[in-house]
């Protein structure tokens, strides 16, 4: 039977309101059907056009710490760690579980960090009208990916998203390409903060040696591709271009610095002499010494080499930070960048195995515009592939997909988060904690399991019945966690480390106002297949939202 007008058009618009934004909530299918679907998209690519609802704003705003900087956030949340357990060691004589007491109460309160970087991401995902910008913020993100579970990028996870992600999603590949470069999440998570050109002036202590971590993964992820053309000598150059560019080292200075009062606290730390402010009766600089940036970066020139370097077939010559930016340059402008962006881009938005042709005409249009994600984004979305019936509903949700497509499906209004981040890491996704520097995968393979299907149908009914508590204050935090806690393990390569956040991810408390399944369908577009259609109609009331939520339709975007 041929399709009617009226179904390709329902069709079209539920296809860009689940592709550029995490699905429909209440209103949104009628608001893109009389507006039209192709405005809709150019209206996403744009924006600051798109004004967001001041109680938005507001909610946001109250997450004070994702508008920290990243030395604000140490000193308001690690210094006082440290310092504590610092003074219990040299009471206790090194009694771990003196140690232990002395910073508990200090790390429950650290976890706010944490907890408003998630929350701040899910209330922008599921009730931002800047839908396409924040599948972007976490695209990017995923693609520059930290793990938040290690070190001091359990502080800084948030604030990386904050100001090296979410301003630069639709802009200049290199002005995000740099953001991320200077932040000290990301120099921290992928070691070049002890990146030191072998018997330099700074080279002591842990700042002994050439660190190739940051240079390779720079490459292989986040520029060229693991196919890119590059060679092996190529990232032992990189990592010669970006010795010293770290994060402030003792004393404010270069070198290793001055060993003063609170040196203790930080090897204990594990992070060497860095960040002479957290030192008690310390100014925040000594006299002479470069003044400290308040994001945190810090190029030490004593530990650099300035020699000139041979990169991809650029000579470099010797020239400080100048040197990295230089590089930074080349990767942008590379072709081999312009197609990785373009395949991962549209294996995102188009199909796991995206068209070849689609792929080559994005990345053209990166070369043309000199690295324009708006453009190579538009070039996309206005393509034939794009348009094309076979890709509609072909993407398999991740599970931060579903979870947020879920509630924004249902209008429920939210004040407590944790079953949902909850159930997202019960899926294998917890939010900020992929420890490898890959990122998630976004393939149906890597998330279509019994196991995970089994949790999301619980998920689906939960939700669906009305039995999460979405509605309710979450609970406050205490020693005890007050709800069941699951934390990643460590990762040897990286340090290790946990991410620092509890939730409640048991699908339980008081009721709250379950959704209404004729709504539901009618935001859903009623898209349902006959046999999923019979089943809801054939269900008893109650069973009607769940089965949708839990629909093989709604699984996928």
Known sequence: MAESAEESKRDRILHVLNRLGFGPRPGDFERVSAMGAERYVQEQLRPESIAIPGDLIERINQYRTIHM???????????????ARRDARAES????????DATKDLRI??????REAVEARMMRAIEGPRQLQEVMTAFWFNHFNIFAGKGLDNIWTGVFEETAIRPHTMGKFRTLLGATAHHPAMLFYLDNWQNTAPGSAGSKGKF???????ARELMELHTLGVNGGYSQADVIALAHILTGWGLPKGGG?????NRGPGAAGMQGAGMGGFFPFMRRRQSFRRPGAAPVDPSGFYFDAQRHEFSSKNFLGHEIEGGGIAEGEHALDILASSAATAKHLSFKLAQYFVADDPPKALVSRMADRYLATDGEIRAVLETMFTSAEFRNRRYYGAK????????????RATGVPIRNYRPLYGTMQVLGMPLYGCQTPNGYANTQDAWLNPGAMMTRLSFATALGSGN?????????EDAGGGGMRREPAAVPRNGGGKVNIKFDAGLHGPKMTPPDPAQLAATLGDYFSPSTASA??????QLRAPLILGSPEFMKR
């Open 69 to 83: 900087s990243p030395i604000a956030l140490f000193v308001e949340y690690q210094r006082p760690i440290m310092e």
């Open 93 to 100: 004589g090194g009694d771990k579980a003196a140690i232990k």
């Open 109 to 114: 309160q650290q976890r706010i960090v944490m």
């Open 208 to 214: 002994e040696g050439i660190n190739e971590n940051y």
């Open 253 to 257: 200075g270069g070198g290793g610095g």
């Open 396 to 407: 398999f949700k991740t599970p931060y997909e579903y979870v947020v497509s879920c509630v």
């Open 468 to 476: 999460l508590p979405l509605e309710n204050p979450p609970f406050e």
């Open 536 to 541: 809801v109609e054939t269900s008893p009331t």
